[in-house]
């Protein structure tokens, strides 16, 4: 017979409602354990741990901030440019900052002790308001003050089983230590999470990574994965799903060039599709996308724009030289167009303000413009899992992407990007009869019947004309080859 | 004229010391403060035991982290040391009773 043990119950998930977190957590940290949070100075524990707090009590679980190193008013005026009001969520009985000062000279100690006094002072706050969460930023400021370490071990073991019988979710930040995690050893005493963040500078790059160096019973990604602190407070940057599970619809929108829409079958390519544009310099590239963009706007969609090589003014300038007045849609607001210089920062602060501006705008058209800017900031690798991010990022919103790519003369195939995107249009000069001209022809379209043809394309002040071609004997006509064939054919010679 | 031990004759010595419930190191840790006190602050101290079982608030209020602590509100200025008080020395000194050498 065997035995009808019930099976053992996983470990919850506490969401810690930092965006990014979460999902290399499995879901959160572990509920009502400790979890250590280890890094230097600088690195973004408080704003971590911070966040945990007040994420936790807009969904109803009050927390306690045990402030070791800074004053309830320093804790406060810190993280009020992010938006996060303290003293509100005090206010409100949601939120309790204990400022537990901590002598920095040497206290006197005239025989036994414990650290009681600290638990009741726990104790007491996590009752005040019924508190799930608790932080303790940083413990080992005790280690300084009190110099009786084995004591102060034996105490912290003490801490963090009492802690687990509290049944609260804690985060205890430590410093790291000199090829250590942490400083006075922390890690040994907690068993079920361990977390690492770091700051560090590569290639002029600063960049912030956090890892999930352990947590039990819970798949998590062992990566370091970039993360940001910016205006909204701390953002980790996952790798999102690999799974191809994006809805894929059948809705088409047009391309805002009509005859580009025929080359496709007729009415464009399928929203929350990916599109890459890619040429040469000068082939047209922005105002292929601007010209989606426009048709988007006129459609009543909302558009995000993100140049990187114009500004804003430059390109609603540059695009009414070819019959395209943007300005009436960021007027309306339906065009947002988001311009900055790529080497300015680093991978993942782009890839999180694409998020941002994404999650501000709510658009239904995504222009990235060009994305080959972002080649420089890191390896193939980076730049492609990246891209990878953005296209599922976009999908999965059904967010209809237009990438451009700038590619150069005589360039083959961009192999970072074109495995991740559904239709690719390629722009090519043709150089003929001493005359530049460009051709347009489409690489692929993923589920749709496409023209293999090439095409010539002709900006005018009515926008974008694709040519029907003519092939001659020597290939395709364009241009002074073109009008020559078509006056010897009129001539009906 | 005669001894009148530190701070002068008619000085007040306010002491606390900071328990958390009866557990035999409060209780030694009381006894050694009373010896300590009837040695050298005879007739002019009192002691205010404060349980924070009882009281948690003044956990807060008085940073009180470590149990025992005995704290000196006056004469000011406030001291406070940690311990049973075990160590006459140390309490002496860290009192302020006798010069640190």
Redo the contacts between chains.
């Keep these: 017979m065997t035995s009808t043990r019930p099976a053992p119950t996983p470990l919850a998930h506490c969401p810690t409602g930092i965006a990014g977190l979460d999902e290399i957590t499995s879901g959160g940290l572990p509920r009502g354990r400790t979890t250590l949070l280890a890094g230097g100075p600088g690195c973004g524990k408080t704003l971590l741990a911070t966040q945990f707090l007040v994420r936790g009590a807009e969904i109803g679980e009050p927390g306690v901030f045990l402030a070791f190193e800074e004053t309830a008013e320093e804790l406060t005026t810190n993280v009020a440019s992010l938006g996060w009001d303290l003293d509100g969520l005090v206010a409100d009985g949601k939120l309790v900052v ?1 400022h ?3 002598e920095r000279e040497r ?12 638990f ?2 726990i ?3 996590i009752d005040e308001v019924g508190a799930k969460r608790v932080v303790l930023d940083t413990l080992e400021v ?1 280690f300084s003050a ?1 110099d009786d370490t084995a004591r102060l071990r034996a105490e912290m073991r003490r801490l963090f089983s009492w802690l687990k019988t509290r049944g609260v979710t804690a985060i205890v930040t430590a410093e790291r230590g000199e090829g250590t995690l942490t400083r006075h050893g922390l890690e040994e005493y907690v068993a079920d999470c361990v977390i690492s963040v770091d700051h560090r500078v590569t290639d002029q790059l600063a960049v912030r990574r956090i890892r999930i160096v352990k947590q039990r019973g819970s798949a998590h990604g062992t990566n370091e994965y970039p993360f940001v602190i910016d205006e909204g407070g701390l953002s980790v940057v996952p790798v999102t799903s690999f799974q191809l599970d994006h809805p894929a619809g059948t809705d088409v929108v047009s391309t805002g060039i009509p005859d580009l829409d025929a080359m496709l079958g007729g009415g464009g390519w399928y929203k929350g599709s990916t599109t890459l544009i890619s040429g040469e310099s000068g082939t047209g590239k922005t105002t292929f996308a601007a010209a989606f963009a426009d048709a988007a706007c006129r459609r009543g969609e909302r558009c995000l724009y993100l140049a990187f090589e114009e500004s804003g003014p430059q390109l609603v300038r540059n695009m009414a030289s070819v019959g395209m007045a943007l300005e009436q849609w960021t007027e309306k607001g339906l065009l947002r167009i988001h311009a900055s210089r790529p080497t300015q920062i680093g991978l993942e602060r782009h890839l999180t303000t694409v998020y941002q501006q994404v999650e501000a705008h709510q658009p239904d058209v995504v222009v990235i413009d060009p994305i080959t800017d972002f080649t420089s900031l890191g390896t193939a690798t980076d730049v492609k899992v990246m891209l990878m991010r953005i296209v599922d990022y976009l999908k999965a919103r059904r967010v209809t992407g237009v990438f451009t790519s700038l590619m150069h003369q005589g360039g083959s195939d961009d192999p970072t990007i074109s495995s991740l995107i559904d239709n690719w249009v390629q722009l090519r000069n043709l150089e003929t009869e001493a005359q530049r001209d460009r051709g347009v022809f489409v690489q692929k379209a993923r589920g749709m019947s496409h023209s293999n043809q090439i095409r010539e394309l002709v900006l005018t002040d009515g926008g974008i004309r694709l040519l029907e071609v003519i092939a001659g004997p020597d290939g395709v006509l364009t241009g002074r080859a073109r009008a020559r064939s078509t006056t010897d054919s009129r001539a009906g010679t | 004229m005669t001894d009148t031990g530190p701070g002068g004759a008619d000085e007040r010595w306010e002491l606390r010391l900071y328990v958390a419930g009866e557990t035999p190191r409060s209780v030694a840790a009381l006894a050694n403060l009373r010896k300590i006190c009837e040695e050298h602050l005879a007739g002019k101290y009192s002691i205010d035991v404060i349980d924070l079982l009882e009281r948690p608030q003044l956990a807060r209020g008085e940073q009180i982290i470590a149990i025992p602590t005995l704290e000196r509100r006056l004469p000011e200025p406030v001291r406070k040391i940690i311990g049973d008080l075990s160590n006459t020395e140390r309490v002496l000194i860290g009192l302020d009773l006798r010069p640190e050498r």
């Design positions: 204990d537990v000062k901590v206290i006197d100690q005239t025989g036994d002790y414990d650290l009681e006094g600290l009741i002072r104790g007491f706050a005790l009190l």
